[in-house]
């Protein structure tokens, strides 16, 4: 088992013991210890294996071709673009970001996490920087203006000075 799994690395993904470790969340030295024969192939890593990269369960077990099981099923990507409709870009976006590894697609959501709180501090500025209020005017008039915090502070301090006054 150990020799198709170094096969199956090596030969038909041409991927080093690090990315292929990375595929299915294990160490380099993990995967070099399995195909060395100095650790077993556990039953979970070997179903993980096979659900991952297709692979017949029975070919990495005992050699029984054929390696990769056939699949009747649409690909996920189409699954995914039929149930949400997305678009062609949409569908591309989606596609691209799965096929990232793991490292990758954790910079990238730490990206979008920075971008989000930064425009998160810009809109929170934004409402403390212009208030909007609307003033009733007691001959009748109704006006709305937008004012700055200072402006709507005052105008508040000015209403409740005179209120109190009265």
Known sequence: MNNRVRFFRKNILNLSQKKFGEKIGLKQSTINDIESGKNKLTDSNLKLICQIFNINEEWLRNGTEPIFIEKDN?????????????????????????????????????????????????????????????????????????????????????????????
């Open 74 to 166: 649409e690909p996920l990507i189409d699954l995914i673009e039929k149930e949400f409709n997305l678009s062609s870009l949409s569908k591309k976006i989606v596609n691209s970001y799965l096929n990232l590894d793991k490292n990758d697609r954790l910079a990238f959501e730490r990206f979008f996490t920075n971008l989000l709180d930064e425009i998160s501090k810009d809109d929170n500025n934004n409402l403390n920087n212009k208030t909007q209020l609307k003033l009733i005017g007691f001959g009748g008039d109704n006006e709305t203006k937008e004012l700055n915090q200072e402006q709507a502070n005052l105008n508040i301090k000015n209403f409740n000075n005179e209120n109190n006054n009265l």
